[in-house]
């Protein structure tokens, strides 16, 4: 599903305008983005899930087209990990 689609579910749903959802979804990644960003290291959103921050360290690595040994650096990555709610919806439990 790609990003007009889910616009316009939550429009159909919420009762408004296919506008008004583009904003709101714009409004609500952008918000993720900025926390996840800033100090926030997690938000945990009910029955989606929570998004995180994990730190990896600088590690050793080897290129696939040389074979040569390389150093990959530390960096900062996002994580999602579904909350049950949502596993459940999967499954099709209630």
Not at 4 to 30: C, H, M, N, W, Y
Not at 67 to 93: E, Y
Request: aromatic residues 4%.
């Amino acid at each position: 599903m790609r990003k007009p689609e889910i616009v316009a579910l939550v429009s159909e749903r919420a009762g408004i305008t296919k506008k008004a959802a583009a904003q709101a979804l714009t409004a609500f990644v952008d918000t993720i983005h900025t926390s996840l960003q800033s100090e926030n290291k997690k938000i945990r959103i009910a029955d989606l899930g929570t998004f995180r921050v994990i730190e990896m360290a600088a590690r050793r690595g080897v290129n696939p087209r040389t074979g040569k040994q390389m150093t990959i650096k530390a960096m900062r990555l996002p994580r999602f990990s579904p909350s049950k709610a949502l596993k459940g919806a999967v499954l099709g439990k209630k």
